[in-house]
């Protein structure tokens, strides 16, 4: 194929992602409402998944700090009367976007097997397939733990029993996706250190070298995410992250730096 076949065979490859993500936004309007009040808007009642084993956990263990889902209902509000529709919509887009992912990476591998020496097909679709998976994953974890935690304390924090703080659904939303986006890449960790070990340019050692600084690391960040103060809270989100960085490790071939 020529330079112009190969961007024509791309246009159709993009072309065929585009028309997934149109039809997958129609059919996410069409659910909005439903998924909205399930998932989204999830971390804002009192018997969201994570707050009731929270209260379960700390109920057991009497020196812990107790969690409590009673009478937690936090009602978001708007400020603008268009905002809900385009809330609306760009949700479904979103949504589409982040359904589609398999499906435009499937296509394009489509598009680059032909190109790949047969050592490395394997390889490329390991990875190209890792990644998606582990992006999905980080997703999960900061849906279900890390984002309720971060909301579930700016929701009750205050400076003042004078001021009355109320969240907006932009913030809410803007607060989800980032947390969201920042944990699906964390989560891309092993594959990128896997990926640099397969080059050379990262080895084992390096992991056992720098544990001592990764656990501190690890340990503020985990404090940036949950500002509670809670080390109950603090060990549950360290402990996913302190993960990824053990397997990270495992998967860097052993050598010298």
Same mark, same amino acid.
């Given at each position: ?42 971390? /804002?009642?009192?018997?969201? *998944? ?5 209260? @379960? %956990? ?8 107790? &969690? =409590? ?16 529709? &385009?809330?609306? #919509? ?37 990875? %190209?397939?890792?990644? /998606?998976?582990? &992006?999905?994953?980080? %997703? ?11 909301? @579930? ?8 029993? +004078?001021?009355?703080?109320?969240? =907006? #659904? ?7 996706? =980032? ?6 890449? *964390? ?7 896997? +990926? ?35 080390? &109950? ?10 993960? #990824? ?5 495992? +998967? ?6």
């Amino acid at each position: 194929m020529s330079f112009w076949d190969h961007l024509e065979a791309l246009r159709g490859v993009l072309l065929r992602i585009v028309a997934v993500v149109v039809a997958l936004t129609v059919v996410s309007f069409m659910l909005m409402p439903h998924v909205f009040d399930t998932i989204i808007l999830g971390p /804002t009642h009192g018997d969201f *998944v994570l707050y009731r084993l929270f209260e @379960r %956990m700390t109920a057991a263990v009497p020196w812990l700090p107790q &969690f =409590t889902t009673e009478g937690f209902e936090y009602r978001l509000m708007t400020i603008e009367v268009p905002s809900q529709f &385009f809330i609306h #919509l760009s949700t479904s887009a979103y949504l589409a976007v982040l359904l589609s992912l398999p499906v435009a990476v499937w296509l394009l591998w489509g598009f680059v097997e032909p190109a790949l020496y047969d050592n490395e097909r394997g390889s490329v679709a390991t990875a %190209m397939g890792m990644s /998606t998976l582990m &992006f999905y994953l980080g %997703m999960a974890v900061g849906y279900l733990l890390v984002f309720p935690v971060t909301f @579930r304390f700016l929701a009750e924090y205050r400076v003042s029993e +004078l001021v009355d703080a109320r969240f =907006t #659904l932009d913030n809410y939303l803007e607060l989800m996706v =980032t947390l969201l986006l920042v944990m699906g890449l *964390v989560f891309e960790m092993p594959l990128l250190c896997w +990926l640099l070990g397969r080059l050379g340019v990262l080895r084992r050692e390096f992991f056992g070298k720098w544990r001592r600084h990764a656990v501190v690391a690890l340990l503020l960040l985990a404090a940036l995410v949950t500002p509670t103060g809670d080390p &109950f809270t603090l060990l549950i989100v360290f402990l996913p992250i302190y993960l #990824l960085y053990e397997a990270s490790a495992w +998967l860097v071939p052993p050598g010298n730096l």
